[in-house]
């Protein structure tokens, strides 16, 4: 969870419910957790402003609203309030604690037999609730799954249709996910009805048993596949298979009802009263504390007295193994996500005591333990670091250095890092370039986006919400900037460009590109959306390296100078006339400018690659002072990209032919190496 931003509400419903951090955003809005005036924990659904002014979008929000509320059951998240009329509108459900389905699958790989049965019947369940009430979920996903210590909980359901005919859906935001979509939906050939929501359950059963119905590769063979092609069920256990089948079938009409799908099941309840096998349990939060009433001589808790920790399916606190998952970052526009720990004394066995359930006391206070591991390291007692085997600087877990000592170095960052994997020697006389992700407890990256045959693709850029990254794409046809969901899934063409790293609006709605316009290399803003592009320069001089600023004032590139030379330069995106501001004078080039977190530092590269050092990484205030040296030797360095807290770089260092990743504190200490094995990786984006 993300504390609130400026601009962002602190209250709700006339001050009912009192916002303390954001859980998700998305092309519907935005969610907040929230505390109830009785301190209950609910999660808000603030509406996009630009959506109220849609024709139709309140009325159709509304009716969802209604609809919503009338679904009960067991395995719901149920809507507890709205004001669908609300300047912004908005949406309260209760809060449901636990990871997502998609944090523990990417955890645990795949569900034991007797943990299928309960996710199925209970999910089918809850489809039976929310069809009972007149709503299609349309939207069913492992990410929209919380799972619970006493079953799975389906939420964000109610709401997808008053989104149809908005702008959002004119401009290509499909409701739904590429991958859970019923043929009739890819096709359009025929009304929705709850059969899709059934198709959808199909998929996330088939991957919760370990498989891929229709396979995981470009989401246009993957629609083909769905539309025309049996699915894959090997990987489903052989008592599970012909029910699941059903619900995958071609026609709507052959797919079961939930009540038929639940009468085909035998449900099996292991022993020890958990449904769950060991190692998601450890992802299941403590218990909450009780809640205690508001008085005045007791006032109501804050933030700051209870501060929600990150959920555990970030890789912050629980790093994915090396498994073709979908990444921690992918979620859905109204992902719910999930409070796991707060701070160390409400771990405390008197603050929280684990609630004794047959065969699972001991199991429970190991998962408390770790997670009171894991709130230590996130407050600053413990430093936890990912990589330590390749650590330099011979750092270990420590506990806090006593006040008036020397601060505890910072620890290094578990999120997920892009690179540039070459999976044949040649670079850059000849690309293989695939884009792949390097979690921080795998050994491996994992490939995301397959290229085509004869495609080089490179330069990997995560967006804002990490939820999509944008990447340069080169084929015999030419060059182009590319975006793809988090775990690589519909990967689609933006717009061609001249080549070069492309660079994200904080909004995530536009990217920063270069393209040729007379001869020469200029910055061009493009909408994501629909890949319309705005020329911001026009000098005689060509532009590298476009590098948007946290706060979206200003896109610094690198100006040509002189002959084989270059400097950071700051435009103004608002006001293109204006002169370019510039930052660096060196002597030698400046190239790679990324922008710390904070919009305060650039980290960039100096040097020319085969002269002197060949290549450093320096930083320097945003408004060119304090240049200073951060890594500099004998080999070239380049291509340096901050961490998401702005404590670490990770750079490349090594030759052309053979670059290997590498990481430094912003301090110049812990340098390490990222790379392992014998393929040569480059081109990091950490944030």
């Known amino acids: 969870m993300k504390p609130l931003e400026t601009g962002d509400p602190t209250s709700l419903g006339e001050g009912r419910y009192r916002l303390v951090g954001r859980l998700g955003q998305g092309g519907m809005g935005v969610v907040y957790l929230g505390r109830s005036q009785s301190g209950r924990a609910v999660a808000v659904k603030v509406v996009r402003p630009e959506l109220s002014t849609e024709p139709g979008f309140r009325r159709r929000f509304a009716d969802e609203v209604a609809a919503a509320r009338r679904v009960g059951g067991f395995h719901t998240a149920p809507v507890v309030d709205a004001d669908p009329d609300g300047d912004p509108a908005w949406l309260v459900t209760a809060f449901v604690p636990g990871p997502t389905l998609q944090a523990v699958l990417a955890r645990v790989g795949s569900l034991p037999l007797d943990t299928l049965t309960v996710l199925a019947a209970g999910l089918a369940e809850a489809l039976e609730a929310i069809h009972r009430a007149g709503v299609i979920h349309r939207d069913l996903k492992p990410a929209n799954i919380i799972v619970a210590e006493d079953g799975p909980r389906v939420i964000d359901f109610g709401i997808a249709r008053a989104l149809d005919g908005t702008a959002l859906t004119q401009t290509g935001l499909q409701v739904g ?84 799908f639940l009468a085909t099941l035998t449900v099996r309840h292991p022993e020890d009263g958990s449904w769950l096998p060991e190692a998601a349990t450890q992802l299941l939060p403590p218990p909450e504390p009780a809640v205690r009433p508001t008085t005045p001589d007791n006032p109501p808790a804050t933030a700051q007295d209870n501060p929600p920790a990150d959920p ?130 795998a050994e491996k990256p994992v490939q995301l986006v397959a290229g085509d045959a004869g495609a080089c693709d490179v330069l990997p850029q995560w967006s804002p919400d990490r939820r999509s990254f944008a990447f340069t794409r080169s084929t015999s046809e030419g060059t182009a900037v590319w975006t793809a969901n988090a775990d690589g899934s519909n990967a689609r063409r933006i717009t061609s460009i001249a080549g070069g790293r492309v660079s994200w609006s904080p909004d995530g709605s536009r990217l920063a590109v270069l393209r040729a316009k007379n001869g020469v290399q200029q ?157 040569a990786e480059g081109h990091p984006s950490w944030s």
């Open 312 to 441: 555990p399916d970030t890789a912050r606190d629980l790093p994915a193994p090396d498994a073709a998952r979908p990444a921690a970052g992918e979620s859905s526009p109204t992902e719910q996500r999930h409070t796991v720990t707060g701070p160390a004394e409400r771990l405390s066995p008197a603050a929280a005591p684990a609630r004794a359930v047959p065969g699972r006391d001991g199991r429970r206070r190991a998962a408390v333990a770790a997670l009171l591991v894991t709130s230590l390291a996130a407050v600053g007692v413990l430093v936890w670091q990912p990589w330590k085997d390749s650590a330099e600087d011979g750092s270990k877990p420590r506990a806090a250095a006593p006040t008036g000592s020397a601060p505890v170095p910072a620890p290094f960052p578990a999120d997920p890092l892009l690179i540039r994997q070459d999976t044949a020697p040649g670079w850059p006389g000849t690309c293989h370039g695939v884009i792949a992700r390097r979690d921080a407890a």
């Open 177 to 260: 996910t590429p991958g859970f979509l019923a043929p009739e939906q890819l096709t359009g050939g025929a009304a929705v009805t709850p059969a899709v929501d059934m198709f959808a359950l199909g998929v996330v059963l088939t991957q919760a048993a370990g498989g891929t119905p229709f396979g995981d590769g470009p989401s246009a063979a993957r629609h083909y596949k769905v539309v025309y092609e049996d699915p894959d069920l090997t990987a489903v256990p052989g008592e599970l298979r012909e029910a699941i089948g059903a619900c995958l079938a071609k026609d709507p009409a052959a797919r079961p009802t939930p009540a038929a």
């Open 523 to 679: 910055l061009f803003v493009v909408d994501v959306a629909d890949g319309t592009a705005r020329q911001l320069t026009s000098g005689m001089g060509q532009v590298e390296d476009p590098a948007w600023s946290p706060d979206g004032r200003s896109i610094a590139v690198c100006l040509q100078t002189a002959p084989e030379n270059w400097q950071i330069h700051l435009v103004d995106p608002a006001d293109p006339n204006r002169a370019p501001q510039q930052v660096t004078r060196l002597p030698h080039p400046a190239l790679d400018p990324v922008w710390s977190p904070d919009g305060a530092t650039f980290a960039y590269t100096a040097g020319t690659y085969g002269a002197g050092t060949q290549g450093d990484i320096r930083l320097v205030g945003a408004d060119g002072s304090g240049d200073r040296e951060l890594v500099a030797t004998g080999a070239h360095e380049m291509d340096p990209a901050w961490s998401a807290d702005g404590t670490w770089v990770a750079f490349v260092r090594g030759p052309y032919e053979k670059p290997v990743i590498r990481a430094v504190r912003a301090d110049g200490t812990g340098e390490r190496a990222l790379t392992t094995g014998d393929a």
